[in-house]
T-cell receptor
Framework: AQSVTQLDSQVPVFEEAPVELRCNYS??????LFWYVQYPNQGLQLLLK??????LVKGINGFEAEFNKSQTSFHLRKPSVHISDTAEYFCAVSPLSGNTGKLIFGQGTTLQVKP | DVKVTQSSRYLVKRTGEKVFLECVQD?????MFWYRQDPGLGLRLIYFSYDVKMKEKGDIPEGYSVSREKKERFSLILESASTNQTSMYLCASIAGGSPGGELFFGEGSRLTVL
């Protein structure tokens, strides 16, 4: 079985400051790793994903994440945030084999960007 | 533009009513999912389907059922709504055979049960 823990429920940050949203996971098998974003009153959309290869992955809107296998983490970062980044962010994992699209999500982190 | 459409964005129902939440995707995806989203709990899988007339229970299926009569449509049914089913419901789809692929979500249906 897999589980995902997002270590911060809310992260307030000022505009143009850097931000890191933390995600740890637990799994007895190898997994794919994802970050999804949910803007207010919208569904979720894919921000980035790690499947294999380079542990640093880049996504949309200037976000990036680093996969750390030894620490079972997949933290999301952005060097300079904008007001428009205010949203809820979800970390998720999926086993390499098995049912396609059956993701296990973390609890979510609300990023609040202040002017 | 690919799309997952949930028919109702906001619903208010009374305890004991039967509730239908409809979801349609136009991407010819084989796999469809219903998630429930609650503050502090993230998304929890209710039911999923990998083919027409096929369904499998997720992590929290109690109190729910589903129907998939056509490939593009996946319905969530609350046979007798209860107040603890007040929540945001999200439908999603993905092409079959793509475990690392992108899950496409609808905009959600916010259900309030009084």
């Amino acid at each position: 079985a897999q589980s995902v823990t997002q270590l911060d429920s809310q992260v307030p940050v000022f505009e143009e400051a850097p931000v890191e949203l933390r995600c740890n996971y637990s799994s007895s098998v190898s997994v794919y790793l994802f970050w999804y974003v949910q803007y207010p009153n919208q569904g979720l959309q894919l921000l980035l994903k790690y499947l294999s290869g380079s542990t640093l992955v880049k996504g949309i809107n200037g976000f990036e994440a680093e996969f750390n296998k030894s620490q079972t983490s997949f933290h999301l970062r952005k060097p300079s945030v904008h007001i428009s980044d205010t949203a809820e962010y979800f970390c998720a994992v999926s086993p390499l084999s098995g049912n396609t699209g059956k993701l296990i999500f973390g609890q979510g982190t609300t990023l609040q960007v202040k002017p | 533009d690919v799309k997952v459409t949930q028919s109702s964005r906001y619903l208010v129902k009374r305890t004991g009513e039967k509730v239908f939440l409809e979801c349609v995707q136009d991407m010819d995806h084989e796999n469809m999912f219903w998630y429930r989203q609650d503050p502090g709990l993230g998304l929890r899988l209710i039911y999923f389907s990998y083919d027409v007339k096929m369904k499998e229970k997720g992590d929290i299926p109690e109190g729910y059922s589903v129907s998939r009569e056509k490939k593009e449509r996946f319905s969530l049914i609350l046979e007798s709504a209860s107040t603890n089913q007040t929540s945001m419901y999200l439908c999603a789809s993905i092409a079959g055979g793509s475990p690392g692929g992108e899950l496409f979500f609808g905009e959600g249906s916010r259900l309030t049960v009084l």
